[in-house]
């Protein structure tokens, strides 16, 4: 009676391992338009912004996942391919990596003073390596809330100039006095020329921290500041995210600073 136990008990894991598929088993939903959350960003038009060029526009996350000494990941990916883009909420170890991706569309309008970036949100595609340890892969739930707030977080590099009356050195000091250095980026400061190598600073917004990189060089009278800066829009009341409120806020801290 025993074998005849273990007999079956054998069979019903082979007959289980044999039930598994080998290749990955995507799950796609289409999404009802009339449930898709739209996201509007407004970028300015401005050559000053890296990431536009004519009416297109490229949206940038930088690394959104994170990873341990056992190699686990876990996080959001994000690619944007110019008229679509994927959001992805990952999950997984090694080469086993299971995701929940989003297929977004992607529109770009031209207004007079912006360019409107729309974001939709089309599928979810489900993909996760099926084996044994099939929940160690699993990102789980990815909603539509969640998705949103990481499309709502791009990042843009902006690069403008600031002609003054000052000297490069009181230029410079300026910053020193009033922004505070970033040591980990600043490296040795070299005077070639009159020029002051790149310095990085710290300065303090109403509601955020901006790192800027300055390079100042003397110009007629006086001296030019190059100014640049990774930044990040805001979202107003009624939901649309837009970037001019940072940039006005930056290039008056900067202002205020050099002619101080």
């Not at 599928?123 to 998705?147: A, H, N, V």
Request: net charge neutral; proline share 5%.
């Amino acid at each position: 009676m025993k074998f005849k136990i273990l007999a079956v008990s054998v069979f019903s894991i082979l007959a289980g391992c044999q039930a598994i598929p080998k290749d990955d088993v995507p799950n796609t939903i289409i999404i009802n338009p009339q449930n898709a959350q739209t996201i509007e960003l407004l970028v300015p038009k401005s050559s000053e912004i890296k990431q536009i060029n004519g009416t297109s526009v490229n949206l940038t996350y930088g690394s959104l996942t994170s990873r341990n000494k056992y190699n686990e990941v876990w996080g959001h990916e994000v690619a944007d391919s110019g008229q679509s883009m994927t959001v992805a909420k990952i999950k997984g170890a090694n080469r086993k990596i299971g995701k929940v991706i989003y297929s977004i569309n992607k529109e770009v309008l031209e207004e007079q003073d912006n360019l409107k970036v729309e974001l939709t949100p089309l599928r979810i595609d489900r993909k996760i390596p099926f084996d044994l340890m099939q929940w160690s892969y699993d990102p789980g739930e990815f909603s539509q809330t969640e998705m949103a707030k990481v499309l709502k977080n791009p990042s843009f590099k902006i690069t403008f100039e600031v002609n003054n009356d000052f000297s490069v050195d009181s230029t410079v000091s300026n910053f020193k006095r009033l922004g505070q250095p970033v040591q980990q980026y600043n490296p040795p400061v070299k005077e070639v020329g009159g020029n002051i190598s790149k310095q990085y600073f710290q300065l303090q917004g109403q509601k955020v921290n901006y790192i800027v990189g300055i390079e100042v060089f003397p110009y007629r009278d006086g001296s030019k500041a190059v100014i640049d800066s990774w930044i990040n829009p805001i979202e107003l009341d009624n939901g649309v995210i837009t970037l001019k409120p940072v940039i006005d806020e930056l290039k008056t801290i900067v202002n205020n600073i050099i002619s101080n």
